[in-house]
């Protein structure tokens, strides 16, 4: 699921950039502008997997060695921040994009054809 996300319509490519400025639920391809569904609920699974390693090796760290220095305690800093930090960049792309059938596709231009009027 990390790869970058395509249209269920017409195999356009999402970059980076393109999946964090997705706003709502329902979106239009930019290519052939058939709307789609963008899930997001994946979003929090890789951080907190490893918001979940980084307790267990902390708890390690410092279970296994009766005294830390600073300066270990220091690369705990860095590590954690830097683990979060990598967690926080590539959960946008655990989104999905869930394309609707003929029927659905129908329903939704009539109903934004009747808006513009």
């Known amino acids: 699921m990390s790869k970058l996300r395509k249209c269920p319509y ?3 490519v999402y ?3 393109d999946i ?3 706003k709502g639920k329902l979106n239009e391809c930019y290519h052939c502008k058939k709307p789609f569904e963008v899930k997001k609920i994946y979003r ?3 951080i907190v997997i490893i918001c979940v390693m980084l307790i267990a090796f902390n708890l390690f ?3 296994s060695s009766e005294n830390i ?3 270990t305690f220091g ?4 590590i954690n921040t830097s683990a979060v930090l990598f967690a926080f960049l590539i959960s946008p792309l655990m989104t999905c994009f869930k394309g609707y059938d003929k029927k659905q596709l129908r329903k939704i231009t009539q109903e934004k054809n009747k808006k513009k009027k």
């Not at 690369?75 to 860095?78: D, G």
């Open 75 to 78: 690369m705990l800093i860095i």
């Open 44 to 46: 929090a699974v890789p």
């Open 61 to 63: 760290i410092m279970n």
């Open 20 to 22: 964090i400025g997705i």
């Open 69 to 71: 220095s600073t300066g």
């Open 15 to 17: 970059r980076y950039r």
């Open 10 to 12: 017409c195999n356009t």
